[in-house]
């Protein structure tokens, strides 16, 4: 029973394209997340949600529109992607409460290669 | 502005050998640390999770130690099997999110 489920795990797709990427939690954690690991394997966040409503954009630009329809999903929509978006793109998720913060699960993660 | 570290970047060593992998961290102002196992071509798998209040946690052959003042934990692996080999990351956990360091590639060699 997956934790934390991403679709696509592989995306191929040429420049200039729109893709979406999604992913949902079934831990019933309030706060979500998105990564971002680069050729060199260094995980960076971009966004992070807490109960559908951002908390953190990471100076990521505004080609990237991530979207929360309710605390058990976050999805990523990439407009325009470019040569240097390719990277694996991971959806995270972690219960914040009381000052106390919890584990975080993470997804399998999504290849994205632009060509 | 919380910045990890990790050291070594690539350890190889023989089976059976116990280890330590280390991580160090900027900001002592973190709720938890986090170590992360990560296979090639996967996803992190969680190995340990430390509280900011807490000196320790274990799990199996897997002791991660954390000292705060110092800006400083370590992942200790004993008996270290084949199956160890990975990269392992730590993660320093601050406001809404986590801080990764650039991860240990590990290889025990048979």
């Known amino acids: 029973d997956t934790a934390v489920s991403q679709t696509p795990k592989y995306l191929v797709t040429q420049m200039g394209n729109d893709k979406s990427i999604k992913c949902e939690q079934n831990l019933g954690h309030d706060t979500m997340y998105w990564y971002k690991q680069d050729s060199k394997k260094f995980l960076k966040i971009m966004f992070s949600?807490?109960?559908?409503?951002?908390?953190i954009n990471e100076t990521v630009p505004n080609r990237f529109s991530p979207k929360s329809p309710d605390k058990a999903h976050l999805n990523l929509h990439i407009n325009s992607l470019e040569l240097g978006d390719s990277a694996v793109y991971f959806c995270?998720?972690?219960?914040?409460?009381?000052?106390?913060?919890?584990?975080?699960?993470f997804g399998q993660g999504t290849r994205l290669t632009v060509v | 502005k919380q910045e990890v570290t990790q050291i070594p970047a690539a350890l190889s060593v023989p089976e059976g050998e116990n280890l330590v992998l280390n991580c160090s961290f900027t900001?002592?102002?973190?709720?938890?640390l986090q170590w992360f196992r990560q296979d090639p071509g996967k996803g992190l798998t969680s190995l340990l999770l430390?509280?900011?209040?807490?000196r320790e946690q274990t799990s199996g052959r897997l002791n991660a130690s954390l000292d705060k003042s110092s800006g400083r934990s370590t992942l200790y692996i004993a008996a270290s099997q084949p199956g160890d080999s990975a990269t392992y990351l730590c993660a320093a956990k601050g406001a809404q999110k986590l801080v990764f360091g650039q991860g240990t590639r590990l290889t025990i060699n048979p």
């Open positions: 949600y807490n109960n559908k409503e951002l908390i």
């Open positions: 995270a998720s972690s219960q914040e409460f009381m000052g106390v913060n919890a584990e975080a699960f």
């Open positions: 900001d002592s102002a973190i709720y938890n």
């Open positions: 430390i509280q900011s209040s807490q």
